[in-house]
């Protein structure tokens, strides 16, 4: 493995690939190519998937300052916030905000998000003021996320935190960005399930519930069968013990908590580096083709678009030998926010507190920079003080129609936007933003075969063996359509009274139809 990623990104034979201003330093700089499209990059981002409805809240600024700068951070529940603070307000005032309007103690693994005019992903760093590092603004887009995925979900001791992990892991396997197996999906979502709607009761709850939610990106009717079997044998569990069951079974998943970076190879292909808490992952394409553990990685600095890795292997006689491990990125900017992103990484995972003060000859990062990780690592976060209770409130999922309603959808749109009325009482009090959320190609689920108009279908009809006649055709369309327009609204009824129909329900149903 050390052979090819030397052969590949070893810095005695990258002058051969590199054109005559790169090899004189010279940077054109601006946007380079588009990575390969298997690689799943931290730094492009589309908008985070919302799971969950949401609200608006606004938090105003204190006292009676005219000159304010308002912030807009949408949290992972699907909350829209709206917070103005003064015009030269560092980052750590609009987290603090956020952390107070949360009520959250374990702060240590989140941060907040924007994305810089070429769409390009970076955290907010709290020492400097807000406006001079996002420039798409007023008011500046923001978003509450995981920095650093906890490597042992078990030492989340607050069990609000584990609800915010299970809300950005949701978020992360519905936008593809953490893939795992049919099995484990269908496992996910029943813990899903089991954590906000309690136990499964087969007769009030049923498989056309289930596609009402949004689990995965490939979500399917056979899916949606076996999730709701599987939910069934989750009876019993609380929802936090079936929120802790999901973040358990994300643990093992191979890109869980993995931050993507595209860099290039000194053959000019694409490669991505993996950011995880026990080291740097290397990919090719979809396939992992190295890894360089933090305790073997000695120094790492860069240099405009030049990212450098010195790695400590041993060779075959069991001696240590130091190899040198260039990565090219498409420009300085870039270059730099992985190697911040790495120094954060390493601080939190690997270190008991974080270093302070100026760099030395020896340390682990000495060039190209004066940034130095200034939060709390894990082992601190997870040897703190703790409160005694806290209380929260779970935010419920966002539904959209059922496929049953698709369907109805397709053959009489009218009696669909009755449906979906009654069972999305609450569906025009959260924003429009919040409502488009889930690409177009899941927004409705439609049927695996068309609807057939009536006249078809092929009905069987004796009526005295002989054929019928277009009068008995009629009379039997009739019949079938009251008989179905009856069995839908009985069962409708059955749904809003909570059992079964009341006398008055029947008369008025007779008299209706």
Not at 267 to 288: R, S
Not at 303 to 308: H, I, N
Not at 486 to 495: A, D, L, M
């Amino acid at each position: 493995m050390m052979r090819f990623l030397r052969r590949t990104f070893g810095r005695q034979s990258m002058r051969r690939y590199q054109s005559p201003d790169e090899r004189d330093g010279k940077s054109t700089g601006g946007v380079g190519t588009l990575p390969h499209p298997h690689l799943h990059q931290q730094q492009l981002h589309h908008v985070p998937t919302v799971v969950t409805g949401g609200a608006v809240v606004h938090i105003p600024a204190a006292g009676n300052s005219k000159s304010v700068l308002t912030c807009r951070v949408l949290l992972l529940d699907g909350t829209d916030v709206s917070v103005d603070l003064p015009k030269n307000a560092e980052g750590q005032d609009l987290f603090e905000q956020i952390l107070f309007h949360l009520d959250l103690v374990e702060v240590d693994y989140f941060g907040l998000q924007y994305m810089d005019a070429e769409q390009v992903s970076h955290w907010l760093d709290y020492t400097k003021p807000i406006k001079k590092q996002i420039k798409n603004g007023p008011p500046y887009t923001l978003h509450f996320r995981i920095k650093f995925y906890s490597s042992e979900p078990n030492n989340l001791h607050e069990e609000f935190t584990r609800y915010l992990f299970v809300l950005q892991l949701r978020q992360d396997i519905l936008s593809s960005k953490l893939k795992c197996l049919y099995d484990v999906s269908v496992e996910l979502a029943a813990y899903c399930l089991q954590a906000e709607l309690g136990d499964c009761d087969p007769q009030e709850h049923s498989p056309e519930l289930v596609s009402e939610f949004r689990f995965s990106p490939n979500q399917t009717e056979a899916m949606e069968l076996d999730i709701f079997q599987k939910w069934r044998e989750f009876r019993g569990k609380s929802p936090a013990q079936a929120e802790l069951s999901f973040l358990n079974k994300c643990k093992w998943l191979e890109m869980y908590g993995v931050d993507m970076h595209v860099v290039k190879g000194r053959d000019g292909c694409d490669y991505a580096l993996g950011l995880t808490p026990t080291g740097i992952l290397v990919f090719e394409g979809p396939n992992k083709i190295g890894l360089f553990f933090w305790p073997k990685i000695t120094r790492m600095d860069f240099r405009k678009r030049k990212l450098t890795l010195v790695v400590v292997e041993d060779d075959e006689q069991g001696r240590e030998q130091e190899h040198t491990f260039v990565f090219r990125l498409d420009n300085a900017k870039s270059c730099k926010h992985l190697w911040k992103c790495a120094v954060e990484h390493h601080a939190f995972f690997r270190l008991r507190q974080p270093t302070h003060g100026r760099a030395g000859k020896n340390d682990f990062v000495r060039l190209g920079s004066r940034f130095r990780f200034s939060g709390r690592t894990e082992y601190q976060a997870t040897h703190g003080r703790l409160r005694r209770t806290s209380t929260f409130e779970r935010r419920p999922s966002k539904r959209y129609p059922s496929r049953r309603q698709s369907t109805v959808k397709a053959s009489n749109p009218a009696k669909a936007a009755h449906l979906s009325a009654q069972n999305n009482p609450d569906a025009n009090i959260y924003p429009a933003q919040y409502k488009q959320n889930i690409p177009s190609a899941h927004e409705h689920w439609h049927a695996a075969h068309p609807v057939q108009p009536a006249q078809q279908l092929h009905l069987a009809y004796p009526v005295g063996g002989r054929k019928p006649t277009p009068d008995d055709w009629t009379a039997r369309k009739l019949s079938n359509s009251r008989d179905e327009n009856y069995s839908y609204v009985q069962e409708q009824n059955r749904k809003n009274s909570g059992g079964a129909p009341s006398k008055m329900q029947h008369d008025n149903l007779m008299t209706t139809l």
